[in-house]
């Protein structure tokens, strides 16, 4: 199961940050929750002080006249139902409602709040009482004043709902901020996987570490020691190709030249005369692929080119030293070449690499075909194109072609080593190598794509 290390990182960075707000979230209702009590419970005391301010002795009967003033402070939006009730002695209903309770516990003191139900709608009430003195008898009242819960429940949302829609808005705010960062901080890192990924298989060059944050350099650390010790082992590697080729090159051009010398000694033995030239092919055979190893060698091994190389002159002095296999076997080897083609190489790689092209092209021709050689600028690129009016090469083993050894005609001398070596120069020189058929679907065409030269300021 592959995880996204941004999500788990802002997994880790939100988690809390939800929490806090949940907690936040839970004491702003708690403080919005106490300040509506707090208010309709003063509002509910101011009510019943005023209403037994009114209860008043008259001809020896208490009276109890309620103020409007009373009843009006309790006016909002939400329409509650005010309730009140006047008793007197503990028992005597002097004016309201008598199905108004008074508090559970008579022992309190007061004013006392609660809460309570009336006709099914859930009250809060607050209980007051005052004294009152008639002829030296101190007789008690009680007022008693309750509501319903709309304004309270009303209050309580005006309060309570702009720190919500804040807070909520501060964590879509702070998810925004942290992606937006994370993507930032990450950016390195991503770089440094697009660097790895996009290298070429043979660029064994060290990953910078430049701009790289502090935890990020460890692990460049490893990669560049990895990169070093497979640089020292493809350098040993192509090194000891490259000795091997050389020392086997003198014994080589040895054994032929021997074989050659025989041939011319000895007597006209048939059975003998064609063992020696058996030899002889097979000789040149080993010759030639240990020159294209070692070319091969030397086309992985060769640095980033900088010096400017004319492919006019290339083309044509490759053409010079073919001209005449073509002419043996009746091919018309020609060129089309515009001016200002130079690019960024090196000049003996670069020969080699047409050399194989038209070579190859000659050698899979049939006699009395064509071989064109073609070079041109396409924008930024210089672009080469051989193209043969051969038996070209079918679609499913086209992809093969740049594999070494592959050949994909096994009736023509070859190493199959030909296009390796053109694929491998090619990309050591920016550039590209790519078959495919020619006009009409007739032969072949192999096109190298490489850049053109750039002056320097």
Not at 70 to 92: I, N, T
Not at 255 to 273: G, H
Not at 306 to 331: C, F, G, Y
Request: hydrophobic residues 45%.
């Amino acid at each position: 199961m592959m995880h996204s290390l941004r999500a788990r990182l802002l997994w880790w960075v939100l988690l809390p940050l939800a929490a806090f707000m949940l907690v936040a979230g839970v004491m702003a209702y708690d403080a919005a929750r106490q300040t509506a009590d707090l208010l309709q419970d003063s509002v509910l005391l101011a009510s019943a002080r005023t209403i037994g301010e009114d209860v008043q002795w008259n001809n020896g009967e208490l009276t109890a006249n309620i103020p409007p003033a009373a009843l009006e402070m309790f006016e909002s939006p939400y329409q509650d139902h005010v309730f009140y009730k006047v008793v007197a002695g503990g028992d005597r209903l002097l004016g309201g409602s008598p199905e108004l309770s008074l508090p559970s516990d008579a022992r309190v003191s007061y004013p006392v709040f609660y809460n309570t139900t009336l006709d099914g709608q859930s009250i809060r009430a607050v209980a007051f009482e005052r004294q009152l003195y008639n002829s030296g008898e101190a007789l008690p009242v009680v007022v008693v004043v309750g509501k319903t819960q709309a304004s309270r429940e009303g209050m309580l949302a005006q309060l309570w709902h702009p720190q919500l829609v804040r807070q909520g808005l501060m964590l879509v705010l702070a998810v925004l901020l942290v992606l937006i960062g994370l993507t930032s901080e990450l950016r390195p890192l991503m770089k440094l996987k697009e660097d790895v990924a996009d290298r070429d298989p043979m660029e064994l060059d060290p990953v910078r570490v430049a701009h790289l944050p502090t935890e990020l350099r460890p692990i460049v650390d490893a990669i560049n020691q990895c990169i070093a010790r497979l640089k020292l082992h493809t350098s040993t590697q192509r090194q000891f190709i490259a000795d091997a080729a050389h020392q086997l090159r003198t014994p080589l051009t040895l054994l032929d030249t021997q074989v050659e010398c025989a041939r011319q000694c000895i007597d006209d033995t048939p059975a003998l005369s064609d063992a020696l030239a058996g030899i002889h092919r097979t000789s040149r055979k080993m010759t030639e692929i240990t020159n294209q190893l070692l070319l091969l060698a030397r086309a992985e091994a060769a640095p980033s080119p900088n010096v400017s190389v004319d492919m006019t002159e290339v083309v044509s002095s490759v053409l010079e030293e073919l001209i005449l296999a073509a002419q043996r076997r009746d091919i018309d080897l020609g060129a089309e070449l515009d001016g200002d083609l130079r690019v960024a190489g090196n000049a003996q790689l670069l020969t080699a690499l047409v050399a194989n092209l038209v070579d190859n092209a000659v050698r899979y021709t049939q006699e009395g075909g064509a071989v064109t050689a073609r070079c041109r600028r396409q924008g930024a690129e210089i672009v080469l194109e051989v193209e043969d009016n051969g038996p070209g090469i079918p679609a499913e083993i086209r992809a093969h072609v740049f594999e070494r050894f592959y050949r994909g005609m096994t009736n023509v001398e070859g190493t199959g080593l030909g296009l390796s070596i053109v694929q491998r120069i090619a990309q050591s020189h920016g550039g590209s190598v790519a078959v495919a058929p020619g006009a009409g679907r007739i032969g072949l065409v192999a096109t190298v794509r490489l850049p053109a030269w750039k002056e320097k300021d």
